[in-house]
């Protein structure tokens, strides 16, 4: 339903100024916010207004980046731009009730989320694709099956130049409650003071946030972002699109995640043959056969 993520939570006349900290929900103290007029609506439905919330973005693309993250071994961007708008939802919200995010990574990975609040019937694949094949996910917080299990569909041989490859179905026999391992996880490491213990540990955490912290800057302010291999913060120029020029120019390898140890299969092209006739001719002579 279009309510049923930002508009779930009741209103009650129980809550007023006399029976709610609001200066302190609002983190006036912390320098976090203005100090606003008390309204119900923005303390019971706080996701549909900027100064407390990023809307999706923040709520429901973090559980959906976070995880692709720990999947893939990816972690700070290198370029994301948001899109969407309020197109139905005309109820005082500020956050959109479309949007996307578009992520580009410096290991050569693209990251695309999309979402609407206002239709849910048919959802988009939880999915990894790749140069062999892609892994579609079932049993997400946002599809159905049981949690952990994916199928492996093939591209063609045509793309792949191997025709073994087939379709498999992988299935969880995984009988734990996800929820409660979660936790415990998280205060065992607060108990044994290793952060590192975490499964979503904090280089996962501060990825994710910046991911959907530069989406939201992206959609109000209508920029491009970028981040560098240090970490630094820019307006998007033409940087990203030379350097990936440039690799193709020089005939570079891809290249990998961090982590990855499954060699070169999958990742690197091998020419057509007739590709040895490319080059521009100099003085009317044809260039010299590459390779």
Known sequence: SSYGMTRHNEITKEMTPHSIDWPQWQGV??????????????????????????????????????????????????????????????????????SSILVDFHKGVQGV?????????????????????????AGNCFGAGPKGS????????????????KRETH?????????????ANFLEAIRAAKPAMVNNDPELAAAAVAIVALAARSYREGKVFQMDRDGRVVDGNSSWADHWEKMSADRDKPLHV?????????STLTPPGY?????????????????
């Open 171 to 183: 299935r969880s026999q995984a009988t734990q409650d996800f929820d409660a391992a979660h936790f």
């Open 258 to 266: 961090p982590g990855w140890h499954a060699g070169d299969k999958g």
């Open 29 to 98: 103290k912390e320098g976090l916010s203005e100090d606003r007029p008390f309204d119900r609506e923005v303390y019971a439905q706080w996701r549909c207004y900027w100064p407390y919330s990023l809307g999706m973005m923040g709520d429901l693309f973090m559980h959906r980046i976070t995880g692709m993250l720990k999947a893939t071994g990816l972690r700070m961007p290198g370029r994301v731009v948001a899109g969407g708008g309020i197109f139905l939802e005309y109820d005082d919200r500020q956050v959109p009730d479309v």
């Open 113 to 137: 989320v999309s979402s609407t609040m206002v239709s849910t019937e048919v959802k988009l694949d939880h999915v990894i694709r790749g140069h062999l094949g892609s892994l579609v996910f």
């Open 150 to 165: 994916f199928d492996f569909a093939p591209e063609r041989p045509q793309v792949t130049g191997d025709s073994s490859l």
């Open 275 to 291: 590709q040895k006739l490319a080059g521009p001719w100099i003085d009317g002579k044809p260039p010299k056969p590459a390779g």
